[in-house]
């Protein structure tokens, strides 16, 4: 088996290369050959610089995606790929010796999966705030975190993988692409560009496995430990929510739909009478009221854009 690896990165060379030295342990079997791809998607920093100095010590293969976005530099990685298996991971992610290995083992003896997920540890920059720790299984999403077992099984009910720890059979994805709408572009921070081709694939009946011993560990930077970031994390997942979803053609005010006012009523409401507890009621309710902020929000973007279209026909029409 051929197995191609990838990592989209975007000004991180820092991290970028700490990842890649992580990689020399890898312990690839013997009957495997493997390909490491590193998408520089216009980067400003020395990421290209990084590349080189490991290019010896990796079998890295340097890509250049010019369009800005997550999406875009994962296409890209699925038009380059050689593999058969083509393995996912992020430029701030510490992989485990045997991570290659496990997937491999897993995709031979299963050929009826289509796609595959493993685990995703934390390691945080500095010990984080007790309300953190206390509520990480409710925020593992916020923090690219992905703990179930360490089985090796289908996956159950909704469960996904992670797009910080996940595989696929290439040829699955020559079909399926990222959606561009979708996933990071410099600083707009939406999300949920893997989680849409996952429920995709789902949908169209492909199957998933977890393969619980192929660890990685997601790195946490100190500046993400706060509650700022988690809101601006669950704003950046309602206007994400309603890109998939498509135009809402329920009643409207504002330009939004009604029903999103009144969630954020209901549960911003919450949010201050729960507040002097901060407890996981108060972190729920806090929570939803960013992700509707977030869905009228792009709601009212999306109603902006079609109101401009629709008079730059009319003008052209005169």
């Known amino acids: 088996m051929k197995v191609s690896v990838a990592i989209c990165t975007w000004n991180r060379d820092s991290l970028l290369e700490k990842t890649l030295l992580e990689m020399r342990s890898l312990k690839v079997p013997c009957d495997v050959s493997w390909e490491l791809l590193v998408v520089n998607n216009n980067c400003s920093d020395d990421t290209d610089g990084v590349v080189g100095r490991l290019s010896d010590e990796l079998p890295i ?24 298996l083509l393995i996912w991971t992020d430029d701030d992610v510490l992989v485990d010796s045997d991570w290659i290995s496990q997937y491999v083992r897993a995709a031979e003896a299963h050929p009826e999966a289509d796609f595959f997920g493993g685990t995703v540890d934390p390691y945080f920059e500095q010990k984080p705030p007790r309300w953190l720790l206390n509520e990480l299984v409710y925020l593992g999403s916020v923090y690219a975190l992905r703990q179930l077992d360490a089985k090796v099984r289908p996956f159950r009910g909704d469960e996904i993988p992670m797009g910080a720890n996940m595989a696929f059979r290439t040829k699955i994805l020559r079909k399926e692409n990222f959606d561009p709408r979708l996933g990071n572009a410099g600083n707009n921070n939406l999300r949920g560009d893997d989680a849409e081709l996952l429920r995709r694939l789902m949908v169209e009946g492909y199957r998933g496995l977890w ?5 990685v560990r997601h790195f946490v930077p100190r500046h993400r430990m706060t509650r700022r970031y988690v809101w ?24 939004a739909p009604r029903w999103a006012f009144r969630k954020l009523l209901e549960s911003g409401t919450e949010t201050i009478l729960r507040y002097p507890r901060r407890d ?19 709601h009212r973007a999306d109603e902006s854009v079609s109101n401009g279209n629709l008079k730059q026909n009319n003008s052209e029409a005169r």
């Open 61 to 84: 293969r340097l890509l250049h995606e010019p369009k800005p976005g997550q999406s875009n530099a994962r296409n890209c990685a699925i038009r380059k790929a050689e593999g058969e």
């Open 211 to 215: 393969v619980g011993p192929a660890r």
């Open 232 to 255: 601006k994390w669950f704003e950046g997942s309602g206007r994400s929510s309603v890109l998939r979803n498509g135009k809402d053609n329920s009643s409207r005010l504002f330009g």
């Open 280 to 298: 996981d009621r108060w972190l729920k309710a806090f929570c939803n009221t960013a992700t509707m902020l977030g869905v009228i929000r792009q």
